[in-house]
């Protein structure tokens, strides 16, 4: 990925209600009496003084999914997503439309 552990452990730590523990595991919470109530759990990898790979589950708005996804380096680096219960890698585009229609958005 674009930036070491340590850079997207300090952008993280920046999110609102985001709870990140030294290890790498994280999480992420947005809470409100509207339907836009969402959170995420994950853990960052790294390898070699650069942040390698991140186990995230859960659910969050696009916005929100990007801002936790730039905390990682993109846009500037390219992602690969592996869907684990599906057993299977996909681009972000491709990645995009699932989870849209996965949230019943199709």
């Not at 920046?14 to 809470?31: A, K, T």
């Not at 790294?46 to 186990?55: C, I, K, P, T, V």
């Not at 589950?57 to 690969?80: H, I, R």
Request: aromatic share 12%; proline share 3%; net charge negative.
């Amino acid at each position: 990925m674009g930036c070491s552990f340590e850079t997207a452990q300090s952008r993280l730590n920046n999110l609102p209600r985001m709870l990140f523990e030294p290890d790498g595991s994280f999480v992420w919470v947005q809470e409100s009496d509207s339907d836009d109530t969402w959170q995420l759990d994950g853990v960052l990898y790294d390898r070699n003084g650069r942040l390698h790979s991140a186990e995230i589950k859960g659910n969050c708005s696009e916005e929100a999914f990007d801002t936790l996804l730039s905390a990682m380096g993109w846009p500037g680096t390219d992602l690969v997503f592996q869907l684990a219960d599906e057993a299977i890698f996909i681009d972000e585009g491709e990645f995009r439309r699932f989870a849209s229609c996965h949230d019943g958005h199709c």
